[in-house]
């Protein structure tokens, strides 16, 4: 059974750095992609970063380009989205999402989720 567990949410001012951590379990990386999303009450949810497994490409919303880095640990099952510069507009709930196959897309329809991990961007 596919679990991802989310950590490393928090307050923290503008121009601050945060890093999430997503935990997965029940499947193995090499045969996903992982993304990292983001949810503000009463929009869509927005694709942050995502990770192909399969050939270690990357992508990133144009928004956090520059800014954000995706990376893993595949022996910890671990991956990370490190946010630097953080900006007021980055404060959402985030979540870490997992698809069964190699994509080379990076939209919110992933088939398995985490509870997400808030973060608040505030002075």
């Known amino acids: 059974q596919v679990q991802l567990v989310e950590s490393g949410g928090g307050l923290v001012q503008p121009g601050g750095s945060l890093r999430l951590s997503c935990a997965a379990s029940?499947?193995?990386?090499?045969?996903?992609?992982i993304g990292w999303f983001r949810e503000v009450s009463g929009k869509e949810r927005e694709a942050v970063s995502c990770i192909n497994f399969s050939d270690g490409s990357t992508w990133y919303g144009n928004s956090v380009k520059g800014r954000f880095t995706i990376s893993t640990d595949n022996t910890k099952k671990m991956v990370y989205l490190q946010m630097n510069n953080l900006k007021a507009e980055d404060t959402a709930l985030y979540y870490c999402?997992?698809?069964?196959?190699?994509?080379?897309?990076?939209?919110?329809?992933?088939?398995?989720w985490g509870q997400g991990t808030r973060v608040t961007v505030s002075s």
């Open positions: 029940g499947f193995t990386l090499s045969d996903y992609t």
């Open positions: 999402a997992a698809e069964d196959y190699p994509r080379s897309t990076c939209y919110p329809d992933f088939g398995s």
